[in-house]
T-cell receptor, first 113, second 111 residues
Framework: DAGITQSPRYKITETGRQVTLMCHQT?????MFWYRQDLGHGLRLIYY???????DKGEVPDGYVVSRSKTENFPLTLESATRSQTSVYFC????????????FGPGTRLTVT | GDSVTQMEGPVTLSEEAFLTINCTYT??????LFWYVQYPGEGLQLLLK?????DKGSNKGFEATYRKETTSFHLEKGSVQVSDSAVYFC??????????FGSGTQLTVLP
């Protein structure tokens, strides 16, 4: 399918477990982003990537790890999940030119029990 | 650092009412500004954008003007419809293309 997809769409996990959220885009966009959405906070940037093998921290990176070995994929790993990481996670991508639209995936709703 | 302050919600209007959602920002320089909309259970979609001072972004009857004097980018629509019910986010673009979002405003339009 064309576009940006996320998997799984829903995930329930236990405290302390490792969880990986997947993001895949078919446009060969250079930039990819991970945001988390929490009530009252809007969306906050976790990590971003300007190209394959180039990643950098955003506003709330603690407890998360990312990698980007291929342009089209940008997985987000919670190394040891905590209840405070219960959230809705959105992946987004955009092309290299300035001020282009960011395209968002449908989101992953993660619950940590 | 960059920040966006958005009008607190929720906002409830009757169909055909006038809508304003206030948005102000703090940033170095003159960033591009955006309004995104989120319908229930979906990701965010770009509604409109403005890339420089005095630009007016418009789409689907919504408008917002980039005001550098007041560092504002208020969203307006002259006549809302039930289908406009959604959460609206104001955002600015940083130097690494990342977006800084406001907290979102829930709009409900009643028939």
């Amino acid at each position: 399918d064309a576009g940006i997809t996320q998997s799984p769409r829903y995930k329930i996990t236990e405290t302390g477990r490792q969880v990986t959220l997947m993001c895949h885009q078919t446009w060969s966009h250079s930039y990819m982003f991970w945001y988390r959405q929490d009530l009252g906070h809007g969306l906050r940037l976790i990590y971003y990537s300007a190209a394959a093998d180039i990643t950098d921290k955003g506003e709330v990176p603690d407890g998360y790890v990312v990698s980007r070995s291929k342009t089209e994929n940008f997985p987000l790993t919670l190394e040891s999940a905590t209840r405070s990481q219960t959230s809705v996670y959105f992946c987004a991508s955009t092309s290299r030119g300035a001020s282009y639209e960011q395209y968002f995936g449908p989101g992953t709703r993660l619950t940590v029990t | 650092g960059d920040s966006v302050t958005q009008m607190e919600g929720p906002v409830t209007l009757s169909e055909e009412a006038f809508l304003t959602i206030n948005c102000t920002y703090t940033a170095t320089g003159y960033p591009s500004l955006f309004w995104y909309v989120q319908y229930p259970g979906e990701g965010l979609q770009l509604l409109l954008k403005a890339t420089k001072a005095d630009d007016k972004g418009s789409n689907k009857g919504f408008e917002a003007t980039y005001r550098k004097e007041t560092t504002s980018f208020h969203l307006e629509k002259g006549s809302v419809q039930v289908s406009d019910s959604a959460v609206y986010f104001c955002a600015l673009e940083g130097s690494a293309r990342q977006l800084t979002f406001g907290s979102g405003t829930q709009l409900t339009v009643l028939p």
